[in-house]
């Protein structure tokens, strides 16, 4: 898993790719320890748990992190806990029926859970205090467009820069509010097709 990492991180230097590296490395300096703690367990099978969705390098990682720490005999979530699907899909599928407040409720508390479980990731903050502010902006009396501009400039941007199941849905549920209060012409050309 490192080799496979640090390869495609060679060709493609995104975040996504740094991160596997780093996880995948730091999942051999366990299995090459003497003694590591129960935390140390933990937080690796949260950082495998929390990216789990975000390529099938991360699928394949978090597959063999669990196997592995299972069969040492360390203490690990239930297997169908563990690996349940997040809600990402069905938020994605629902965009047009399901209420925006309902959406950005879903997506913080998911962002909520993989940031406790990833914290030292740059991909879920962001994610968390985007989903809040939207969240805000849905149950304002009176919206601005100057303030869902700004909220569509930092999520367009963050969208483009991580590109995982979250930050999708996460650009699909703003993009279809912002249509639906109003604002299509925020959402830029290229995106548009995605809300129609």
């Given at each position: 898993?490192?080799?496979?990492f640090a390869r495609i991180f060679e060709d493609n230097d995104l975040e996504?790719?740094?991160?596997?590296?780093?996880?995948?490395?730091?999942?051999?300096?366990?299995?090459?320890?003497?003694?590591?703690?129960?935390?140390?367990?933990?937080?690796?099978?949260?950082?495998?748990?929390?990216?789990?969705?975000?390529?099938?390098?991360?699928?394949?990682?978090?597959?063999?992190?669990?196997?592995?720490?299972?069969?040492?005999?360390?203490?690990?979530?239930?297997?169908?806990?563990?690996?349940?699907?997040?809600?990402?899909?069905?938020?994605?599928?629902?965009?047009?029926?399901?209420?925006?407040?309902?959406?950005?409720?879903?997506?913080?508390?998911?962002?909520?859970?993989?940031?406790?479980?990833?914290?030292?990731?740059?991909?879920?903050?962001?994610?968390?205090?985007?989903?809040?502010?939207?969240?805000?902006?849905?149950?304002?009396?009176?919206?601005?467009?100057?303030?869902?501009?700004?909220?569509?400039?930092?999520?367009?941007?963050?969208?483009?820069?991580?590109?995982?199941?979250?930050?999708?849905?996460?650009?699909?549920?703003?993009?279809?509010?912002?249509?639906?209060?109003?604002?299509?012409?925020?959402?830029?050309v290229d995106f548009r097709h995605l809300v129609d």
């Amino acid at each position: 898993m490192v080799n496979y990492f640090a390869r495609i991180f060679e060709d493609n230097d995104l975040e996504v790719w740094r991160r596997g590296l780093s996880t995948a490395q730091e999942w051999l300096r366990l299995i090459d320890s003497e003694e590591f703690s129960q935390e140390e367990l933990s937080s690796l099978l949260g950082v495998v748990h929390a990216n789990r969705d975000r390529s099938s390098g991360w699928g394949l990682l978090t597959g063999e992190v669990y196997a592995w720490a299972r069969l040492k005999g360390h203490s690990v979530p239930p297997q169908k806990e563990f690996f349940a699907p997040s809600n990402i899909s069905n938020i994605i599928q629902n965009v047009h029926v399901t209420p925006s407040a309902e959406q950005a409720r879903e997506l913080s508390s998911i962002f909520q859970q993989y940031h406790r479980e990833d914290p030292s990731s740059e991909v879920w903050k962001p994610g968390v205090e985007i989903t809040q502010v939207w969240l805000s902006l849905i149950e304002a009396k009176e919206v601005k467009k100057s303030a869902v501009a700004k909220l569509m400039d930092e999520l367009l941007l963050n969208y483009r820069k991580y590109g995982s199941f979250e930050w999708i849905g996460t650009a699909l549920g703003i993009g279809y509010w912002c249509k639906t209060i109003g604002f299509a012409d925020l959402i830029p050309v290229d995106f548009r097709h995605l809300v129609d």
